[in-house]
């Protein structure tokens, strides 16, 4: 394996991790996939940055609304608070007006 592919490993791996631990202790400091406006289309997902994920309507399988948007990490001035409130308050429904279709065929 190449040197660079080891260390994305490195770094992809605890945040496979964390996602898979669903059920744990509530206090920390939620999913964690760093800056997402450094990501290809921002927050927009692509295939690309969401193999697992991609094409499928049920974000919730996978992520835990109480466990994400808990920490701004865009440095951009948003509410991460009220983003955190209106994906709990309005569910799926929600999602794809930040973060696109995600390859979900309406
Ligand atoms: C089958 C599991 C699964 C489903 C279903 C899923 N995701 Fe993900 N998601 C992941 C995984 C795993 C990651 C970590 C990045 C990766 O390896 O794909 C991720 C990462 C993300 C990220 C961070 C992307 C980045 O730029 O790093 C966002 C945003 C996201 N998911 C949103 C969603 C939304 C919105 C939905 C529903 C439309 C969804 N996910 C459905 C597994 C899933
Ligand atoms: C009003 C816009 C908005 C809505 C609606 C929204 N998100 Fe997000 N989401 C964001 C922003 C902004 C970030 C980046 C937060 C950061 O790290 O600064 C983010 C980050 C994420 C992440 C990465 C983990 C994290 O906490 O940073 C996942 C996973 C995710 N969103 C899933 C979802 C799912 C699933 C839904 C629908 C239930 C949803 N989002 C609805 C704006 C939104």
Known sequence: MKPLKYALWLLLLPAWMGLSSCNQSATND?????????????????????????GRAEC???????????????????????????????GLSSCASCHGTNGVVP
């Open 60 to 90: 919730t399988l996978c992520h835990n609304l109480e466990n994400i948007h808990l920490e701004n990490r865009t440095g951009l001035p948003i509410d991460i608070q009220a983003i955190y409130q209106q994906a709990l308050d309005e």
């Open 30 to 54: 939620g999913e964690d996939f760093g800056n997402l406006l450094t990501s290809p289309q921002g927050l927009l997902l692509t295939e690309e940055e969401h193999p697992e994920g991609w």
